[in-house]
């Protein structure tokens, strides 16, 4: 995989929602594209657009713009997912079933081979075709399978321990959605921490702005 | 409500890490916290700590930092969680009941109300204590009972008729995990877009840029 510059986390972020408009216009069956119209796609300016590709390559040309179908295999490259990824679900309670079964795993070159628990009533049961394996099976299966990308469900309680082992069995990312913060070395295992109580409280931040939402509460006296 | 002078999303999106961490230096017995540790947990900057917490007040003192049942209290009232908010969930499907499911709501001040399907084999089960309806009493349950925040978790097919629906008859906020994209009048109805894929994406891009995934493939050439 080639290595790029340094990039910032926002350009990284903007990655995948070029690439899902990219494939929305390929499916309109539009040619190409202009820096100005992903700009707004990203909430962004043409010249954003340009430095972000600019980034990993010589793409577009004034006038022009993108070809949509290279931009979009180059984005892929990019991104990483011109080749497969094996994904592991540690976790099969609700949530991790319903991240497995609800994103477009075959889309984007994901393929989940494993899915680990520790009820013995969901062991030997399966989950997208996958049968679920008992914990203390991990171990064993990473020594002779590679897996890259492991979603963590588990109960809080566990994810410590639990990402630990995966870090050190060579696990190199771990999609975290126990609420726990990870402290792994970001050498060795990437981590992408989810917390969607985060975007519920923005939400609400927001919803509380609207016109019609003024209540006229105070504020508590100022902090000192 | 108070309104606040604009400030940018960025901001929003600091303060519920902000809060987070607030209430675990309280759990661990902490009285009070400097702008340079609040700093550290959102990886940014003293002085951007300050002037998160100056659009909304004059919060801390010098030398001393912020007192932290005080500014729990404020960060709560920012965000708007000092008073509750009643949450409806359309979609009771894996995705919305593991939403309900893991999501600390009482925490902060959440209460789900109601939640509608359209399977008839989950109508009249119950979900976190709440009796799954049929949506088609949405409407006239809406016109008698105040719902502040619906999780959207419908199919993508049904989401934009069922969001004008929702914003139609006076929802101010969704929390919208349909991977359709919401144009709705943003003085009436603000929309959180959740693409959990771009936060797999992102993570993926990371993956192959640590120093052992040099697989060495070479990009597309360069798109003109």
Request: glycine content about 6%; some cysteine.
């Amino acid at each position: 995989m080639k290595q790029f510059r340094k990039v910032s986390d926002n350009t990284v972020n903007r990655l995948p929602k070029y690439l899902r408009h990219i494939q929305e216009e390929l499916n309109n069956g539009k040619d190409h594209i202009s820096s100005a119209m992903l700009a707004e796609v990203v909430g962004s300016t043409s010249s954003q657009v340009r430095q972000d590709f600019s980034n990993f390559g010589n793409y577009g040309s004034q006038g022009y713009g993108y070809h949509l179908k290279s931009l979009d295999e180059a984005v892929r490259t990019i991104i990483g997912i011109h080749v497969p990824h094996h994904v592991a679900v540690i976790g099969t309670g609700c949530l991790g079933r319903a991240l497995v079964e609800h994103l477009e795993f075959q889309k984007y070159n994901f393929q989940l081979c494993a899915a680990f628990d520790i009820d013995p009533s969901l062991i030997g049961s399966s989950i997208n075709g996958v049968t679920i394996r008992h914990v203390s099976e991990l171990s064993e299966y990473l020594e002779t399978n590679e897996i890259h990308i492991c979603i963590l469900t588990v109960p809080k309680s566990a994810a410590k321990v639990v990402a630990q082992k995966l870090s050190g069995m060579g696990v190199p990312a771990i999609w975290n959605f126990t609420n726990e913060t990870l402290n792994l070395n970001p050498q060795k295992t990437v981590v992408q921490n989810i917390n969607l109580m985060d975007s519920l409280l923005s939400l609400t931040y927001h919803l509380e702005q609207l016109p019609n939402r003024q209540r006229d509460l105070p504020l508590p006296s100022d902090v000192e």
